[in-house]
C-alpha cells in the first residue's frame, strides 16, 4: 500500500510539472523537458554496456542536449529548417571525437551515442514542436496535452486490467507482468479518452482522434518493452531513482518518447 501511495503521490506531482508547463509557455516546457533530456542521457550512459562510459566524454552530452535544442527550436519556429543539419553533423562529430579517445576508441560507443540521440534527444525535441502543430486558431497546445494524457490512460489502464484480468503474457522474457489483457484493456480506455478529447476539441475530426489514440496505445507499449530490453541487457530493474515509486527518467518516459515521433509524422501526414 506504502508503495502505491508513493507510486500515486508520485505521478501526480510529475504530471502537474509537465501539465503546468504546457499551461505556462512553450518555453517553461522547453526548460522542463531539456532537464529531463539531459538526466535521460546520463541514466542511457549507465545502462548501455560500453567501455569506457561515455559519462566521462563532455562531447557527448554537448551533442545530445545540442540536438534537442536544434530540434527543438526548429519546430518552434525559432531556427530555420536549414539549421537542423546540426543533427547530422553531430553523428559526424561524434565519430571524429571518437577517433582520439584514450586508451582506444570504439564504435560502440559511437553506437551508444547515436542510440541517445534518436532514443532521448530527438523524441524530446519534436515534443516542442507539438506546441502549435495543427493549432488552427486555437492557442492552446491541445495535441501535445493529448499526448501525454492519452499516454499515461494507457500506461495506467493496462496495469488495472491486467492486474484484475490479465492471464496471457504479453512478453514474459521482457516484461513478465504484462499481459495482452492488460494492453487491449489500456488500448479501448486510450480511444474513449480519444473520443473525449474529439468532444472538446476541434482540432482533430473523431476518426483522427481515434487513429491518435491507436497510435499512442500501440508504440507506448513497445516503448515500454524497449526500455525493459535495456535494462534486462544492464541487468538493473530500473534506470534511475530520480521518481519515488516509479524509477528514473527512462522509467517515467520510455512510452512517450516512443510515441512521439510516431504521433508527430501522423499528424504531419493528415
Do not use: C
Amino acid at each position: 500500500m506504502n508503495n502505491f501511495l508513493t507510486r500515486t503521490l508520485t505521478g501526480a506531482i510529475l504530471a502537474i510539472v509537465v501539465i503546468g508547463s504546457i499551461i505556462w509557455s512553450p518555453w517553461a516546457f522547453f526548460t522542463v523537458m531539456g532537464l529531463l533530456a539531459i538526466i535521460s542521457l546520463w541514466e542511457f550512459v549507465k545502462l548501455f554496456p560500453t567501455e569506457p562510459k561515455a559519462k566521462g566524454t563532455v562531447i557527448y552530452y554537448f551533442l545530445g542536449i545540442s540536438v534537442y535544442v536544434f530540434v527543438s527550436l526548429t519546430g518552434m519556429n525559432v531556427l530555420n529548417f536549414a539549421n537542423l543539419l546540426f543533427v547530422v553533423l553531430s553523428f559526424f562529430i561524434l565519430i571524429a571525437v571518437e577517433l582520439f579517445r584514450q586508451p582506444k576508441p570504439s564504435w560502440i560507443q559511437i553506437a551508444a551515442g547515436f542510440s541517445a540521440f534518436i532514443y532521448i534527444s530527438l523524441p524530446f525535441g519534436l515534443m516542442n514542436s507539438l506546441f502549435s502543430i495543427r493549432s488552427g486558431n486555437i492557442s492552446f497546445p491541445w495535441i501535445l496535452l493529448a499526448l501525454f494524457i492519452l499516454v499515461w490512460v494507457n500506461d495506467v489502464f493496462a496495469y488495472l486490467v491486467g492486474s484484475v484480468l490479465g492471464k496471457h503474457k504479453l512478453y514474459p522474457k521482457l516484461s513478465p507482468k504484462k499481459t495482452w489483457e492488460g494492453s487491449i484493456g489500456g488500448l479501448v480506455f486510450t480511444l474513449g479518452a480519444a473520443w473525449l478529447f474529439s468532444r472538446l476539441v476541434s482540432v482533430l475530426n473523431l476518426e483522427q482522434w481515434l487513429w491518435l489514440g491507436v497510435i499512442i496505445a500501440v508504440t507506448g507499449t513497445l516503448g515500454d518493452l524497449s526500455e525493459s530490453l535495456l535494462k534486462r541487457n544492464a541487468g538493473v530493474k530500473d534506470s534511475g531513482t530520480l521518481f519515488p515509486g516509479h524509477g528514473g527518467v527512462l522509467d517515467r518516459f520510455d512510452a512517450v518518447l516512443f510515441a512521439t515521433p510516431f504521433v508527430f509524422f501522423y499528424l504531419y501526414t493528415l
